[in-house]
């Protein structure tokens, strides 16, 4: 009996060096420690017990991760509200949580984010015009391109493709000036 406890204590040791270890790298969801856990080969009861400890404690909380990691991704990436949910599902954060971290943004923040990507991309860009017929291909290619690049960071299609061709016909407008 004394040596079960005993292996138990030790694998408790060791499945709390493993989390503070992940932890340390970098914040974690429940989910994602657990896996860990179980990839080292950690019994399934250990592993709840530890967690349950690590939340009660608050060194794991998914609602506070999936705020921040919201707030961070959108910033850095310019990812959608679409994009981020599914990043926080693959993270094993719940439902409830993702919606009330997506909360955070409007959709004016969406719109300005993805303005602001698209302004990025043709300021680096030679745009082609689209009233001359020879550049019109090249034209209709970037109008795509760019549309692809808001869709894969999770933009609805035609918030997307509304957004590259206001900010095309406004790059337009100041080559026309100048």
């Known amino acids: 009996m004394q040596e079960q406890d005993d292996d138990k ?20 969801t429940r989910h994602q420690l657990a896996e860990k856990l179980r990839q080292r080969e950690i019994p399934e009861q250990v592993i709840e017990e530890v967690l349950d400890r690590f939340e009660e404690v608050e060194l794991i909380d998914d609602a506070l991760f999936a705020e921040s990691w919201v707030r961070s991704r ?29 909360e955070q943004l409007s ?17 680096r860009a030679t745009v082609p015009s689209s009233t001359d017929p020879d ?14 690049m808001l869709s894969r960071k999770g933009y609805a299609p035609g918030l997307a493709f509304s957004i590259v061709t206001d ?7 100041d080559t026309l000036e100048e």
Do not use: C, F, Y
Not at 135 to 148: A, C, F, T, Y
């Open 167 to 173: 900010a095309m016909n406004a790059h337009d407008l």
């Open 74 to 102: 959108h910033r850095s990436k310019g990812l959608a509200r679409r994009a981020l949910s599914m990043e926080l599902r693959q993270r094993g954060v719940d439902d409830e949580s993702t919606e009330i971290a997506l």
């Open 135 to 148: 550049d019109r291909k090249q034209h209709d290619r970037m109008v795509r391109r760019l549309v692809g």
């Open 9 to 28: 204590t030790d694998l408790q040791q060791q499945a709390r060096n493993i989390i503070l270890r992940q932890l340390a790298a970098a914040p974690k």
């Open 107 to 123: 959709d004016e923040d969406e719109r300005a984010k993805a303005h602001e990507l698209v302004v990025r991309k043709l300021t």
